[in-house]
Nanobody
Framework: QVQLVESGGGLVQAGDSLRLSCAAS????????MGWFRQAPGKEREFVAVISWSGGTTSYADSVKGRFTISRDNAKNTVYLQMNNLKPEDTAVYYC????????????????WGQGTQVTVSS
């Protein structure tokens, strides 16, 4: 059974940076697309970013484009989300997800999901 464990969340001020990590265990996910989603209180979970299994293709939500960067280290079975210039509206629980195909990740239908890490940005 695959487990995804997110870490790196916390409380920061607007303009600060955070790097989230998502470590996979149970099997190698080097052939899986991986992504990040977030869910703010009272809102639906939304797509943030996705990366192909090779790392060669990435895609971002418009709201984070230019501020967030997704990357992966297949040797460590880990995906990262570097978040710069954080804004209060980025406050949410952030989840990582893994699936064999990128479109499935983007649609929020991934096979595997983590439990989430809280990111809170104060103004």
């Amino acid at each position: 059974q695959v487990q995804l464990v997110e870490s790196g969340g916390g409380l920061v001020q607007a303009g600060d940076s955070l790097r989230l990590s998502c470590a996979a265990s149970g099997r190698t996910l080097s052939r899986y697309a991986m992504g990040w989603f977030r869910q703010a209180p009272g809102k639906e979970r939304e797509f943030v970013a996705v990366i192909s299994w090779s790392g060669g293709t990435t895609s971002y939500a418009d709201s984070v484009k230019g501020r967030f960067t997704i990357s992966r280290d297949n040797a460590k079975n880990t995906v990262y989300l570097q978040m710069n210039n954080l804004k209060p509206e980025d406050t949410a629980v952030y989840y990582c997800a893994a699936d064999p195909t990128m479109p499935t990740v983007v649609r929020g239908r991934s096979q595997y999901w983590g439990q989430g890490t809280q990111v809170t940005v104060s103004s």
